[in-house]
């Protein structure tokens, strides 16, 4: 099967600053790479997601990067801000339909 | 459209106990999924469905029970319950196999479980 393994496992970065979170998958054959915020006693939602055909793709303040040799993909969020204190999860897909998680990142933003 | 729903959201049980956890979408889609969530490990897949009237193991299936009889219900059972088995269950749809274009999983809101 897939291991997804998502580091750092916290994160805390000052208001306006960049944060990165990176992930690395084994299975060559995933080709559906998710990111997810979970606020705290919430729903984990759906903040953007690339396909193995993309190497970047964004959206507004969040970008994801995709090494499909290296097998690694990483999120990248820009001036963050408070509301973006969340965990944050990485997900690869797997045999058909299947989502394996990364263990998540909770990340701090300090004003 | 409500989206993905779960019932109950909270529920404490005895050890032995057993339980239904149920799990309704209105989004008309193929796929829907169980989850646990449990501190630092992320989101386990327990057992999954890729239409109406099946079901498949998924990562840690030991213990529980599935049944799709409905393409917008999926249940979660437990028919003797563990303190292990105290979690966040989670349940997500999605309208095909994640290799379609835009074939997210929409998550419900979770159901927090304790089993004493």
């Known amino acids: 099967g897939e291991n997804v393994e998502q580091h750092p496992s916290t994160l805390s970065v000052q208001e306006g600053d960049s944060a990165v979170i990176k992930c690395t998958y084994s299975d060559s054959a995933s080709n559906y790479f998710p990111w997810y915020k979970q606020e705290l006693g919430k729903r984990p939602q759906l903040i953007i997601d690339i396909r193995s055909n993309v190497g970047e793709k964004k959206d507004q303040r969040i970008a994801v990067t995709l090494n499909k040799t290296a097998k690694h993909f990483s999120l990248h969020i820009t001036e963050t801000q408070p509301e973006d204190s969340a965990v944050y999860f990485c997900?690869?897909?797997?045999?058909?339909?299947?989502?394996?998680f990364g263990a998540g990142t909770q990340v701090v933003v300090t004003p | 459209n409500a989206g993905v729903t779960q019932t109950p959201k909270f529920r404490v049980l005895k050890t032995g106990q057993s339980m239904t956890l149920l799990c309704a979408q209105d989004?008309?889609?193929?796929?829907m999924y169980w989850y646990r969530q449990d501190p630092g490990m992320g989101l386990r897949l327990i057992h999954y469905?890729?239409?109406?009237?099946?079901?498949a193991k998924g990562e840690v299936p030991d213990g529980y029970n599935v049944s799709r009889l409905k393409k917008q219900n999926f249940l979660l059972g437990l028919e003797s319950a563990a303190p292990s088995q105290t979690s966040v269950y989670f349940c997500a749809s999605s309208p095909l196999g994640l290799g379609f274009v835009g074939n997210e999983q929409f998550f419900g809101p979770g159901t927090r479980l304790t089993v004493l």
């Open positions: 997900a690869a897909s797997y045999s058909w339909g299947k989502l394996q």
């Open positions: 469905s890729v239409g109406e009237g099946t079901t």
């Open positions: 989004m008309n889609h193929e796929y």
